[in-house]
């Protein structure tokens, strides 16, 4: 992801302004530092908006949250500063498949399982942590109509899952989603770069 920096900046009474100056962009790495922290910190916005029924692992959420100095996270964290970029990311593959989109099919299993309710949204969970001994929820296999890649449903009957009773999850073949890019550099990004990070870096 490429840049660039246009900004002005008022020397006034600072006759040391063209030597700090100097001094700083022999060194640029602190500047693409910032500048990679601030891409992160803009990717996990975005990325918080799409919603639960997009992002259901903490691991990708988690892998872009950067200290200021470019640490933490987690494993999946990409982050780098040099003198003459800055690259970050996620190494987590499912972050691509939000970024850019696709059909996502099942690994090893037979299903992908797709919470229905709102409620099981938020929650994160999988049917096997709702129903570890699987005696609550019900296979209902799916009628004439609806969507072809549905297989069936997953269904609670009494309620005692605790998620409700009724439909609890559809179990799907494969499942294609829109892509949600999150990671890229906005006309608002750029603005902060140019007007703020760039010129308070140049003046330290």
Do not use: C
Not at 6 to 21: H, N, P
Request: hydrophobic residues 40%; without cysteine; glycine residues 12%.
């Amino acid at each position: 992801m490429a840049f660039s920096i246009t900004t002005r900046i008022t020397v006034g009474e600072d006759r040391g302004l063209f030597e700090r100056a100097a001094n700083n962009l022999r060194r640029p790495r602190d500047l693409f530092l910032r500048v990679g922290v601030l891409g992160m910190s803009s990717g996990l916005t975005r990325l918080l908006k799409q919603g639960p029924d997009v992002v259901r692992s903490g691991r990708l959420t988690g892998a872009l949250r950067v200290s200021n100095r470019g640490g933490g996270g987690n494993e999946h964290t990409i982050f780098e500063a040099a003198d003459r970029f800055a690259r970050v990311g996620v190494n987590l593959p499912y972050a691509r498949q939000v970024q850019e989109g696709g059909t996502i099919e099942p690994d090893t299993r037979k299903a992908l399982a797709i919470p229905v309710t709102k409620r099981l949204k938020r929650s994160r969970l999988w049917p096997s942590q709702i129903d570890p001994a699987r005696q609550l929820l019900k296979f209902v296999p799916r009628g004439r109509g609806g969507k072809p890649n549905v297989i069936g449903y997953l269904v609670d009957p009494t309620g005692r899952a605790g998620h409700g009773k009724g439909v609890l999850f559809a179990l799907a073949s494969s499942v294609y989603q829109w892509p949600r890019p999150f990671l890229f550099w906005s006309q608002a990004d750029r603005n902060v770069i140019a007007t703020e990070i760039f010129p308070a870096w140049l003046r330290r």
